[in-house]
C-alpha cells in the first residue's frame, strides 16, 4: 500500500517551497504554468490529498454539519435526512450523522461529541426523552461555544436557535374539518406519540376544531409505551390497545396523530370486522411506507419532510457562510397538504 504523502514531500521532491507547491494546486495566477502543470502531475501520480484536518484548522472552518436524529426507522426522518445531505452537498458541505434511539443521555453524547470533533453547526430533532425530561443544558454550550443550531420538527421554545417546523396544529385541523365535511360525527384522535410537541399541537387542533362545533363528539386514546421501548414500539400493546378502543367506542372516523396509530388502526378495524372507510374514516401524519401500503391506502397529511430537511439545511449553511453576531433567529413554517385516498370517503 502507497504511503501517504505530504504537501512538505511534494515540495521536496519538486524541489519548491511549500507554499509554492500549495499554490499552484490552486492554479494560483502568480505561478507559472509550466511549475503549475508540475505540481499536478506528481501529486496526481501520489494521488495527493489535501490534509483535511490542517485545512479546517486554518480556515477555522471544517465544512462538516452535524445532523442529530431520533431515530431511522421512521419514514419521516430518513426522508429529512435526505433532504438535508442532498442540500448540505450542494453547498460543499459534509454530513456526520447521529441516532440517538429517543435517548436523552445518547443526545447529550452526540452533542458533546460531535463539537469536541469541531463541526461548524448542528440540525437537531429532539429525542423522546429529551422532551420528557425537559432538559436541554446541552444546546445552552453549543450557544455559549457560539455553534449555530436548526431545530426542526420536534424543537423547543426553550432553545434559542433557527427552527423548521410544520403547521401541525392547522395541519390537525384541517383533517378534522375534512372528516366532518365528509359527514363524521362521532371522532377519535388516536396517538402513540403522546409526549411529543408534534402530538401536543396536533391534538390541540382537532379539539379547537370539535369545539367549535356541538354537533361533533371527540374521543382520545393515547397508547402509552416506555422510553426504552420507543423505537421498535411495543407492536403488540398497541395493537391491543387500538383493538380494544375500537370495541368499546362508537365511532366513525379516527386521526391517528402519527402513522403507527393510523395504520394500526386500519388492522383493527379489518380484525373486527370494520369496514374502512364505510364505517370507520381513517387519517394519518407523515405519509410514509405505511401509508401508501397499507389496504385501503390511508389518507395522509404529508409533511414533505425532505423539503423541510433541505430548508433546514439551506438556513444553517447560510448562516455558516455569512457569519453576522446580530442575526435574529427564525423560525420558518413548512406547509402540509392532506392526500386523499382510499381509507375516508
Do not use: W
Not at 490529498?49 to 485545512?55: G, R, S, T, Y
Not at 417546523?165 to 375534512?178: F, G, H, L, P, T
Not at 425532505?306 to 420558518?332: C, H, M, P, S, W
Amino acid at each position: 500500500m502507497r504511503k501517504k504523502v505530504t504537501l512538505k514531500q511534494l515540495a521536496k521532491e519538486l524541489n519548491l517551497s511549500i507554499s509554492t507547491v500549495s499554490k499552484s494546486l490552486k492554479n494560483d495566477a502568480e505561478i507559472s504554468e509550466k511549475t503549475i502543470n508540475r505540481v499536478h502531475e506528481l501529486a496526481s501520480f501520489y494521488n495527493y490529498k489535501p490534509n483535511a484536518l490542517a485545512v479546517s484548522l486554518k480556515s477555522s472552518k471544517t465544512k462538516t454539519i452535524g445532523v442529530i436524529l431520533p431515530e431511522i426507522l421512521n419514514h419521516f426522518f430518513a426522508k429529512v435526512l435526505f433532504g438535508i445531505e442532498q442540500e448540505a452537498s450542494k453547498k460543499g458541505y459534509k454530513i456526520v450523522t447521529c441516532i440517538t434511539n429517543e435517548s436523552y443521555k445518547k443526545e447529550v453524547e452526540y452533542v458533546e461529541m460531535l463539537n469536541y470533533s469541531s463541526v461548524d453547526g448542528f440540525i437537531v430533532a429532539l429525542s423522546q426523552e429529551t422532551q420528557v425530561l425537559n432538559k436541554f443544558d446541552h444546546y445552552q454550550v453549543l450557544k455559549r461555544d457560539n455553534v449555530p443550531i436548526v431545530m426542526f420538527d420536534r424543537v423547543s421554545d426553550e432553545i434559542e436557535c433557527d427552527k423548521v417546523i410544520v403547521d401541525d396544529k392547522e395541519a390537525s385541523k384541517n383533517a378534522v374539518q375534512y372528516l366532518i365535511t365528509t359527514g363524521c360525527k362521532k371522532i377519535a384522535v388516536i396517538t402513540t406519540i403522546s409526549d411529543l410537541s408534534v402530538a401536543k399541537l396536533r391534538l390541540a387542533g382537532a379539539r379547537e376544531i370539535i369545539d367549535a362545533n356541538n354537533e361533533i363528539s371527540l374521543i382520545e386514546l393515547a397508547v402509552k409505551d416506555t422510553i426504552l421501548e420507543l423505537v421498535g414500539k411495543n407492536a403488540d400493546n398497541i395493537e391491543n390497545e387500538i383493538e380494544k378502543f375500537l370495541k368499546n367506542n362508537d365511532i366513525d372516523a379516527v386521526l391517528g396523530l402519527d402513522e403507527t396509530a393510523a395504520a394500526t388502526t386500519i388492522n383493527m378495524s379489518h380484525k373486527l370486522g370494520y369496514k374502512i372507510p364505510e364505517d370507520i374514516s381513517v387519517i394519518g401524519f407523515t405519509d410514509g411506507l405505511l401509508s401508501k401500503h397499507s389496504y385501503p391506502k390511508l389518507t395522509s397529511v404529508s409533511q414533505h419532510a425532505e423539503d423541510l430537511g433541505a430548508k433546514a439545511a439551506q438556513i444553517l449553511v447560510n448562516r455558516l457562510d455569512n457569519f453576522d453576531e446580530d442575526y435574529k433567529k427564525t423560525t420558518e413554517i413548512v406547509k402540509t397538504s392532506l392526500i386523499k385516498r382510499e381509507s375516508t370517503n
